[in-house]
């Protein structure tokens, strides 16, 4: 255990402008100096790299490993700069590398030698992983935030139409007739699986690699629990070399992010075909349309389309990151610099589409009407004939059977299926009961469709309450996990 006692007058060479530069006799290529920066993105990091030093400064000062006067200097010097990159005026020079390099420069500026005794105990490897950690915290808090708000719209729109009905759609063919509320519930189940995911990923980061040093930890007395303790994680990593090594941590946030992105897309192309003169379903608002440089009658629904368009991008960033972690041995290396601009396009991707799909959902208009006639088809009622059969004892495939011939009957004869009598209907089956066409009607089929999870209108009412209740336990959730700045 170092003491107090006598730690040397701190007189630094800086001869050379790189920390790490005492082993080297010539300066670097300005291309290698070029190619090997990060500063114009992991400035993203930077808020998180002050708030790690400031924690394990705090340690080492308390632990004894560098005076608690430098400490101090040392945390006060660096609550000054938190206040400057929070204020967005902490200038960054792309010629110190990356954003560990500016923070302590931009340090030792402000407080002078002193700020050399705060990489103590420390290497870049476990700090860029810690920080890594503390923006995945938030980023993942946002994309939350920001799920739970398109799910509050989207259940508010779908209690508006409860009594909304429109076609189901199975390969794009119409199928069943099914309430609006229903068809937009089931992206709420989405997006609400979304969120779980992540949720989920906290609990693969509750531990805090610093002390964790380049690889195998570090010979002084550091107080690992101490610097989890004071940036909100359960505990210390376990084992040095994977937390320098591993990123899975935010491959898992990349994975939850191209998922979400990929519902969000199936919900944007829903609204594209939708708002199309052939379907006419729906309206995007003059907010959330743009219109055509060229043929004045158009309104675009651009939107949706690059949110479909980004859904991409944000399946690259996974792949992205996936590549980038294959086949590296233990542990740090520099690939792994290339973690940064996958992971921060994907949170601020998804965080801007949900955010513009919050907004064009809220202001859709509706045309019920549209809806209305489309699901209108008998046809979409074929099933129900087949399972009025099977209700009278008749085995499915026979029931199948026996109404695709009627389906094709009235085909041919270009007639409406509510067309057939009884009579005509007992001629296909015996089984058809006297009653049977009264099957063919709309508001019948959807209340008949009343078990569990299906589209009757007390289950949708149910559903939706389920939903509102389970979107205010998770504004709970999180405003119980909300960390102070
Ligand atoms: N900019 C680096 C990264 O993002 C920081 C860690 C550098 N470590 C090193 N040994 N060169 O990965």
Not at 13 to 28: H, N, Y
Not at 43 to 64: F, K, N, Q, W
Request: aromatic share 4%; charged share 30%.
């Amino acid at each position: 255990m170092l003491k107090a006692r006598d730690f040397p007058r701190f007189a630094p060479d800086m001869s050379q402008d790189k920390p790490w530069g005492g082993r080297f006799q010539e300066g670097t290529d300005p291309t290698v100096e070029r190619f090997t920066a990060s500063i114009h993105f992991d400035r993203e990091l930077a808020r998180y790299d002050v708030r790690g030093s400031i924690a394990h400064a705090r340690m080492l000062g308390r632990s004894g490993v560098i005076p608690q006067a430098d400490a101090d200097a040392i945390v006060r010097g660096l609550e000054q700069l938190l206040g400057e990159i929070e204020a967005g005026t902490l200038a960054l020079d792309p010629r110190l590398e990356d954003v560990h390099m500016n923070i302590e420069t931009r340090l030792r500026e402000r407080i002078g030698a002193v700020a050399g005794r705060l990489h103590t105990g420390r290497s870049r490897n476990d700090q860029v992983a810690t920080d890594l950690a503390l923006y995945l915290r938030e980023a993942a808090a946002t994309v939350r935030h920001g799920l739970v708000d398109l799910r509050r719209v989207l259940v508010t729109r779908a209690r508006e139409h409860l009594d909304t009905v429109l076609p189901g759609y199975t390969h794009l063919q119409r199928a069943q007739p099914v309430r609006l509320a229903h068809h937009w519930l089931a992206f709420v189940e989405m997006l609400g699986r979304d969120a779980e995911r992540l949720a989920d990923l906290r609990k693969r980061l509750a531990r805090c690699p610093l002390g964790s040093g380049a690889i195998a930890g570090s010979t002084l007395p550091l107080d690992r629990d101490a610097t989890a303790r004071a940036l909100g994680f359960e505990g210390p990593t376990r084992n040095s070399m994977d937390a320098v090594a591993s990123r899975d941590a935010a491959l898992e946030f990349l994975a939850a992010a191209a998922i979400s992105m990929v519902h969000l897309s199936r919900l944007a192309e829903e609204l594209v075909l939708w708002s199309t003169a052939e379907f006419g379903f729906v309206e995007l608002s003059d907010a959330y349309s743009t219109g055509s440089s060229l043929m004045p009658q158009k309104k675009n629904p651009d939107v949706p389309e690059l949110v479909r368009g980004k859904a991409g991008r944000v399946i690259g960033d996974l792949v992205t990151l996936l590549t980038v972690v294959k086949g590296l041995p233990l542990t740090y290396n520099r690939d792994l610099q290339e973690d940064k601009e996958p992971l921060f396009d994907a949170a601020a991707t998804l965080r801007d589409s949900l955010a513009v799909m919050t907004g064009a959902v809220a202001t859709l208009r509706v045309r019920i009407d549209r809806m209305r006639a489309a699901a209108e088809d008998p046809m979409l009622l074929a099933t129900d004939l087949a399972e009025a059969l099977v209700r009278a004892g008749v085995p499915f495939r026979e029931a199948h059977e026996a109404v695709g011939k009627i389906v094709a009957h009235c085909l041919a004869k270009e007639i409406d299926l509510r067309a057939l009598g009884q009579r005509e209907l007992r001629a296909f089956h015996d089984a058809f009961a006297s009653d049977a066409n009264e099957l063919l009607a709309l508001e019948r089929a959807l209340e008949e469709r009343s078990m569990f999870g299906a589209t009757a209108r007390v289950r949708v009412a149910e559903a939706l309450d389920a939903a509102d209740r389970a979107l205010d336990a998770e504004c709970a959730l999180l405003d119980s996990e909300r960390e102070e700045p």
